[in-house]
């Protein structure tokens, strides 16, 4: 079956813009993560929904970043008043839950905040 | 706090030689730990983890508890392993990975 897709796969934006990432995840995959890359590093994680509980966003590097999933299904993340700083890989992966051994990652998405 | 360390950003070898990749972690708790890697043009994928104990593509990796380490070996290394690796720390059973920076494993003929 398809593997988790994200879009776009490149965003170029302004400083002072916001932006939205997209993630859509495997079919039946409760659990769903967000991670960046930045230049040289390592992934950082951002933030986790599982079902319907509370997600846990304590990954999330300001209040400029917020993220949402509808019907358990689709994900938004959101960076509002981009920074340059701000650029990086955006990489979401699912799993079938919290406990699920594997994440399956997408292919990122390259945002550059000139 | 947690970390993941991997010392070398960068490891060339020869087709054929012995490989091992560093990794070494900072973590109170029982830990879980996971190689991912990253081909050229392809997603990031699991390798392995240390509760399988598994070889994956030839490819090793040993928790040593007392050295706090997870390095992942392979005795002959093969042109298709060059990729970028992962090394990740699960804390809490949650899979909340920290990902170390990765080493970029270069493969020559």
């Known amino acids: 079956g398809a593997g988790v897709s994200q879009s776009p796969s490149n965003k170029v934006t302004e400083k002072g813009k916001d932006v939205e990432l997209r993630c859509d995840p495997i079919s039946g995959h409760t659990a769903l993560y967000w991670y960046r890359q930045s230049l040289g590093q390592g992934l950082e994680f951002l933030i986790y929904f599982q079902g319907n509980s509370a997600p846990d966003k304590s990954g999330l590097p300001s209040d400029r970043f917020s993220a949402e999933r509808t019907g358990g299904s689709v994900s938004t993340l959101t960076i509002q008043r981009t920074q340059q700083e701000d650029s990086a890989v955006y990489l979401c992966a699912s799993s079938l839950d919290l406990r699920g051994p594997t994440q399956y990652f997408g292919p990122g998405t390259r945002l550059t905040v000139l | 706090a947690q970390r993941v360390t991997q010392p070398e950003k960068l490891l060339s070898v020869f087709k054929g030689a012995p490989v091992e990749l560093k990794c070494n972690y900072s973590?109170?708790?029982?830990?879980?730990l996971f190689w991912y890697v990253q081909y050229s043009r392809q997603r990031l994928q699991l390798l392995l983890r240390h509760i399988s104990r598994e070889s994956i593509k030839g490819f090793t990796a040993d928790l040593n508890k007392g050295e706090t380490s997870f390095h992942l070996k392979k005795p002959f290394a093969q042109e298709e392993d060059s990729a970028m690796y992962y090394c990740?720390?699960?804390?809490?059973?949650?899979?909340?990975?920290?990902f170390g920076a990765g080493t970029r494993l270069a493969v020559h003929p």
């Open positions: 990740a720390l699960n804390r809490g059973g949650y899979n909340k990975l920290i």
């Open positions: 973590y109170s708790g029982s830990p879980e």
